[in-house]
């Protein structure tokens, strides 16, 4: 076997590490209580700047709402008013994303001029105000942050 035979080699196993942890991270970052509520403002973030940017044609992109499926039930540690707009916000979010899907299936963009977006510009901004204050006054909060272990346990 070859010098290069074995730098390809390494190569590819450095890659395949590297795909395989990039891919695991959101999975861990869902288990710390932090990492959840920051997957949420992702989401929050990404959709108030796709609504802004949002073209009404059938190939517009569908809104984020992955982390809030995941987490939705597992982020009571969260304000109650709080929690009740992220939850109206995303509803409003999975209703758009279905009329998206529409227009997909039935291949006509008249569907979706017929979405009206600018609904979502102010609970996302308000959702989005009141996760990053908590995030601000919770960012190190020991009961928050990931459990770290040492050497020995």
């Known amino acids: 076997m070859g010098e290069t035979s074995i730098n390809i080699i390494l190569g590819i196993i450095i890659f395949l590490f590297l795909i395989f942890n990039v891919m695991f991270r959101k999975k861990r970052a869902d288990k710390t209580p932090l990492g959840r509520v920051v997957g949420v403002f992702a989401d929050v973030s990404k959709n108030e700047k796709m ?72 609970p996302l901004a308000k959702s989005k105000k009141g996760l990053s204050e908590w995030l601000q006054e919770n960012m190190q909060n020991p009961e928050y942050m990931p459990k770290r272990r040492g050497l020995f346990g």
């Open 51 to 122: 609504v802004e940017n949002f073209g009404f044609h059938r190939g517009a992109g569908k809104l984020k709402t992955g982390s809030w499926q995941r987490n939705n039930g597992r982020i009571d540690f969260l304000p109650q008013e709080l929690r009740m707009t992220l939850s109206r916000t995303f509803d409003m979010c999975a209703e758009v994303n279905e009329r998206i899907e529409a227009a997909r299936k039935f291949k006509s963009d008249s569907y979706m001029a017929g979405i009206d977006v600018s609904k979502l510009k102010e």
